[in-house]
């Protein structure tokens, strides 16, 4: 009888285990079925975000690239933000720059392409807002910016696609998104090429393991930075190889259980160590000989963050650290290309950062003002 009324109560746990889990996903479905569509690209399961959109219509930011790997996606519309013709973020151009205009390239990672709602808040567009309010009709700004590109990308972007629109002027901001690349091992896993940190995708808009058909489960490992939404960048687009251990990095943080893992053995610093910036210094030194080659003057602008976050990106000492380590090659490059030292201009100030790296609106505005006043005090918008 004992056994019996054991297995009984084991039985009805169970049963009151699963009616609970199912309440949760019918009431996690249902929310996501009338979330705003931002929510739903979001938390939304390959199958479901196929179901709304079609797999002809479902356009995301970025699409494959033969060279680069991916870049912003072509004529991409939604809502207030935009992508031209030619895959940059903003308003249309003309292909072959016409007489008289002066035209300026911003390059780097998702801190230039912006992480605003609307493309006219990020920093390339306000520039050129700056700059023709300040005497300067003449400019025209494109944003080159992608999220996740690194100095490999930038090399490939300059030469691939903005040498043929005769750029005059090229703005390069990075740091953080090369600090990644760094933290891998074992050491000889640190390449040239970037092969640690990344590896050829080539099948996009992968299927998910069967956990994730769990819309609950789904949202929830998300939220908590365990899963990759199937919108992503990293899910869709970006293969990482297991010498790979940046995100591993932050997601540890995040969860305040840093150190663990591989991490207790060889701790994020020693990585940082290892792997000096070698490549990122090397990958500026030949965009500056491609540019020179083509007669395009060349800006650097040193990477500013502020403290007064807890994102690990830029919390952790190991990676503030890093970041100034890159920052200081920057300023090293100051007798072959012009740099702002940008690091010590910007405040630190909350009210300009999402995050800590990535600017409001306001710190956008900020941003294209200094860089705008430095362009002019140094005479290169002639």
Known sequence: MKIESTLSKIFLLFLSLCFAFALLEAASRMYLHFA?????RKYGSLNQLYSRYGKNNLQQTYSPHRYLGFYPTPNFQKGLDKHNSLGFRGDEIELKKKDGVFRIACLGGS???GM??????????????????????QVEVINAGAGMYTSWETLINFQFRLLELEPD???VYHAINDVYPRIVWPPSAYRADNSGARIVNVSPMKMPPIWHYSTFLRMFA?????????GSLDWNLVERPPSFYAGLHRMLYRQNRYPADIFLKVPASKMLEENRPIYFESNLKSLIAIAQANDVKVVFVTFAYSPFFDDPAIS????QKAIEEH??????FSDRAYVHDFAKAMSVNKEYYQD???????????????????LAENNLLD
Not at 116 to 137: C, I, K, S, V
Not at 222 to 230: D, I, M, N, P, T
Not at 327 to 332: D, P
């Open 316 to 319: 952790c000492r190991e990676n």
């Open 116 to 137: 605003t709602e609307d493309y006219r808040e990020a920093y390339p567009y306000q520039l050129e807002r700056y700059l023709h309010e300040n005497g300067y009709p």
């Open 327 to 332: 920052n200081e090659i920057v300023r090293g």
């Open 222 to 230: 998300v939220r908590a930075g365990l899963a990759e939404s199937h």
């Open 36 to 40: 705003p569509e931002p929510v739903f």
């Open 356 to 374: 800590g790296y990535h600017f409001t609106p306001a710190g956008e505005i900020k941003r294209a003002q200094l860089i705008g006043d430095y």
């Open 169 to 171: 002027l090229i703005i």
């Open 111 to 113: 801190t230039t392409y």
